[in-house]
């Protein structure tokens, strides 16, 4: 059983393009979700979180959606750069007793 | 700060081996946790632990054993190590468990033949 869901698996996006990546849970007892950032030969970093009672997080040019009544949330990329280009994981939790669960990844490609 | 330390960071087992992935941080977090990653298939959580002489079962803990006898150190026993066992270790440690996000150490690859 999946408890998060991620898509797509990759993505390939234009340098200044948007990237969006989708993710989408059922445990309707998770309250934290946070997105992860990983280059290939390290772990992973936190990149943003939100939780269910705010509906958007901007930070510079990365943004978490939150739809809680279609239990799914979304990472936006603005501008992106091929910096960026990296593997993304979205995660939920359900308290701070519990652990993360990870969704599979998103591997993005920014192309210059 | 050295932050999560992982050894080895590449390891070859034999069928039937043993081994210990060791982990330790040196931010006094009271929370750490291990997860494997296979290709495609995300990070799957093996144990974690909420404090020292705590641990619990995550999402595939079958194969892998765990101990915490202090804050800094929480390191993953293989025993009788299978070619399913192949794939790459992270170790991440965090404060409060969630809003100061977790730390993670830079993985160990093994590989089981």
């Known amino acids: 059983q999946q408890q998060v869901k991620q898509s797509p698996q990759s993505l390939i996006v234009q340098k200044g393009g948007i990237s969006i990546i989708n993710c989408a849970y059922e445990?309707?007892?998770?309250?934290?979700f946070p997105w992860y950032q990983q280059f290939p030969g390290k772990g992973p970093a936190l990149l943003i979180a939100?939780?269910?009672?705010?509906s958007e997080k901007k930070e510079g040019r990365f943004t978490i959606s939150f739809n809680k009544s279609a239990k799914q949330f979304s990472l936006h990329i603005m501008d992106s750069q091929p910096g960026d280009s990296a593997t993304y994981f979205c995660a939920a939790s359900r308290g701070a007793g519990t652990a993360l669960i990870f969704g599979k990844g998103t591997t993005l490609s920014v192309s210059s | 700060n050295a932050g999560v330390t992982q050894t080895p960071k590449f390891r070859i087992l034999k069928i039937g081996q043993s081994m210990t992935l060791q982990c330790t941080q040196d931010m006094n977090h009271n929370y750490m946790y291990w997860y494997r990653q296979d290709p495609g298939m995300g990070l799957k959580l093996i144990y974690y632990s909420v404090g020292a002489g705590i641990t619990d079962k995550g999402e595939v803990p079958n194969g892998y054993n765990v101990s915490r006898s202090t804050t800094e150190d929480f390191p993953l026993r293989l025993e009788l190590a299978a070619p399913s066992q192949t794939s790459v270790y992270f170790c991440a440690s965090s404060y409060n468990g969630e809003d100061d996000g977790y730390t993670f150490g830079s993985g160990t690859r093994l590989t089981v033949v």
């Open positions: 939100i939780r269910p009672d705010v």
């Open positions: 445990n309707t007892a998770f309250d934290y």
